[in-house]
Nanobody, 118 residues
Framework: VQLVESGGGLVQPGESLSLSCEAS????????MGWYRQTPGKQRELVAE???????TTAFSVKGRFTRSRDDAWTRLYLQMNNLAAEDTACYYC?????????????WGQGTQVTVST
């Protein structure tokens, strides 16, 4: 599955930003999709994710501020980020967990930078 993010940029604290991810390829094999973020020197961390069993996971640090959504075809994923803070500065990655009968794999987009600064 190929993933392409868009929508990153520079904003001031308290402002909003929306990210998009376009997925293509073997969409039918996608079991879960979501957003992760990473800052230099740190591990990539989950922001928000959902799967085809209806489970959703959202990081505590973004609850109430970030909202993830998708289209019914699982080809577009969105992350609406409100009331951004400096701690949200990171490279944001779109993620897809692809599951087939014989294997599972994690696919990633190239990432989009979000910088929150005055």
């Amino acid at each position: 599955v190929q993933l392409v993010e868009s929508g990153g940029g520079l904003v001031q604290p308290g402002e909003s930003l929306s990210l998009s991810c376009e997925a293509s390829g073997h969409i039918g094999s996608v079991y879960a999709m979501g957003w992760y973020r990473q800052t230099p020197g740190k591990q990539r961390e989950l922001v928000a994710e959902f799967d085809r069993d209806g489970r959703t996971t959202t990081a505590f640090s973004v609850k109430g501020r970030f909202t993830r959504s998708r289209d019914d075809a699982w080809t577009r994923l969105y992350l609406q980020m409100n009331n951004l803070a400096a701690e949200d500065t990171a490279c944001y990655y779109c993620h897809a967990r692809v599951v087939t009968v014989v294997a599972s794999d994690d696919d990633w987009g190239q990432g989009t930078q979000v910088t929150v600064s005055t």
